[in-house]
């Protein structure tokens, strides 16, 4: 992640991706431009959606704030139910 320059979610990916990420966030994070470590793989395996939270708070949260908050609001909401 290179932190001299913010990066743009909507310039980096599509709603096709966006609606993957909610839907099947396994399948579309297969897809993604990310190399996974060992932990990656445990959270893809068990809790994907906290991995897709974690990735696009690392990622995006200083260009894109709206949607981390969403993906965490999505992540607490599968978790409690």
């Not at 579309?28 to 974690?54: K, S």
């Amino acid at each position: 992640m290179n932190s001299s320059q913010p990066i743009d979610y909507w310039d980096k990916h599509g709603a096709c991706f966006t609606l993957g990420l909610i839907f099947v966030p396994r399948l579309a994070l297969l897809f993604c431009d990310y190399e996974f470590a060992l932990v990656d793989w445990l959270l893809w395996i068990f809790f994907p959606r906290l991995l897709v939270a974690i990735l696009g708070t690392a990622y995006y949260w200083n260009t894109n704030s709206v949607i981390c908050i969403i993906a965490w609001l999505m992540v607490f909401e599968i978790i409690t139910v």
